[in-house]
Nanobody, 121 residues
Framework: QVQLVESGGGSVQAGGSLRLSCTSSRYEFCMGWFRQAIGKEREAAATISDSGHGTYSDSVKGRFTISRDFDKNTIYLQMTSLKPEDTDLYYC??????????????????WGQGTQVTVSS
């Protein structure tokens, strides 16, 4: 199985910034970030394709930027202007296409263990 390891989570005040990192044990065509609060469904925040194209949910668009280092099999999520509602467990994901992740086809997806992001008001 693909191993995904996240880092960079923490606690910040509203308006602050955090940078998450996720390293995969192998190359994946699509990697991304999901987030999930207790009692809620896991939702996609951002994905990045093999071409480096980023796609974002409406809730994070304009505030978060996803990038990847292909040589290191690593993706990043630069989060700015953080809001209390961004408080979630953030999971790294990988699959062969980003479309599969966005349409909820997770049968072939790989997941990290999650890193906690807490934004205080």
């Amino acid at each position: 199985q693909v191993q995904l390891v996240e880092s960079g989570g923490g606690s910040v005040q509203a308006g602050g910034s955090l940078r998450l990192s996720c390293t995969s044990s192998r190359y994946e065509f699509c990697m991304g970030w999901f987030r999930q609060a207790i009692g809620k469904e896991r939702e996609a925040a951002a994905t990045i394709s093999d071409s480096g194209h980023g796609t974002y949910s409406d809730s994070v668009k304009g505030r978060f930027t996803i990038s990847r280092d292909f040589d290191k099999n690593t993706i990043y999520l630069q989060m700015t202007s953080l809001k209390p509602e961004d408080t979630d467990l953030y999971y790294c994901a990988a699959d062969r296409t980003c479309a599969r992740l966005w349409r909820g086809s997770y049968d072939s997806a790989s997941w990290g263990q999650g890193t906690q992001v807490t934004v205080s008001s």
